[in-house]
T-cell receptor, first 114, second 113 residues
Framework: SQTIHQWPATLVQPVGSPLSLECTVE??????LYWYRQAAGRGLQLLFY??????ISSEVPQNLSASRPQDRQFILSSKKLLLSDSGFYLC?????????????FGSGTQLSVL | GDSVTQMEGPVTLSEEAFLTINCTYT??????LFWYVQYPGEGLQLLLK?????DKGSNKGFEATYRKETTSFHLEKGSVQVSDSAVYFC????????????FGPGTRLSVLP
């Protein structure tokens, strides 16, 4: 069966520090991978998605970046965090090829930038 | 572009009350529709889905019917429980390769004993 792992679960970082959040998927190959952010009391904002190794699409301009060094690994990074980067970050995956394929979500990372 | 609108929360109900959370969408094509649920401190889980007009998705006592004429996908449950307290997200997916999920803002439900 497929599983998705996301870590860390909680992170407190000072403004200006770097960020690296990691997500891995097991039990499938060539998945679509996604990073979402959920700000407090707000809905989900798609940040990045990837349809293959090294292929990253950005949905919103920001100081975050994403990379996919391996087929089932998706990394969210920042060189210098801002206060506005605080939020709940969710990694997700689905199988490409069918538009009605549901998204599977990781358990999320609560990031607090102080 | 595509969008999803949900009723504003929070919604507070007593146990065994009837639940309706309204969801309407705007899409250029013919989307699939979803309800996701997020329990405190967790990621989202698929609750139910419908892929074509008049389809009814159902799970755990929740139901939603795909209404193309009113572009709606309202979530209902006849008798809520305290354990149903969570945030509920309506979503659509339109692109052929499953890349374009659009989520509503979420509706927080609190069920009191």
């Amino acid at each position: 069966s497929q599983t998705i792992h996301q870590w860390p679960a909680t992170l407190v970082q000072p403004v200006g520090s770097p960020l690296s959040l990691e997500c891995t998927v097991e039990g499938t190959s060539n998945p679509n991978l996604y990073w979402y952010r959920q700000a407090a009391g707000r809905g989900l904002q798609l940040l990045f998605y990837s349809v293959g190794i090294g292929q990253i699409s950005s949905e919103v301009p920001q100081n975050l970046s994403a990379s996919r060094p391996q087929d089932r690994q998706f990394i969210l990074s920042s060189k210098k965090l801002l206060l506005s980067d605080s939020g709940f970050y969710l990694c997700a995956w689905n199988q490409p090829g069918l538009r009605n394929e549901k998204l599977f979500f990781g358990s999320g990372t609560q990031l607090s930038v102080l | 572009g595509d969008s999803v609108t949900q009723m504003e929360g929070p919604v507070t109900l007593s146990e065994e009350a009837f639940l309706t959370i309204n969801c309407t969408y705007t899409a250029t094509g013919y989307p699939s529709l979803f309800w996701y649920v997020q329990y405190p401190g967790e990621g989202l889980q698929l609750l139910l889905k419908a892929t074509k007009a008049d389809d009814k998705g159902s799970n755990k006592g929740f139901e939603a019917t795909y209404r193309k004429e009113t572009t709606s996908f309202h979530l209902e449950k006849g008798s809520v429980q305290v354990s149903d307290s969570a945030v509920y997200f309506c979503a659509l997916s339109e692109k052929n390769y499953g890349q374009n999920f659009v989520f509503g803002p979420g509706t927080r439900l609190s069920v009191l004993p």
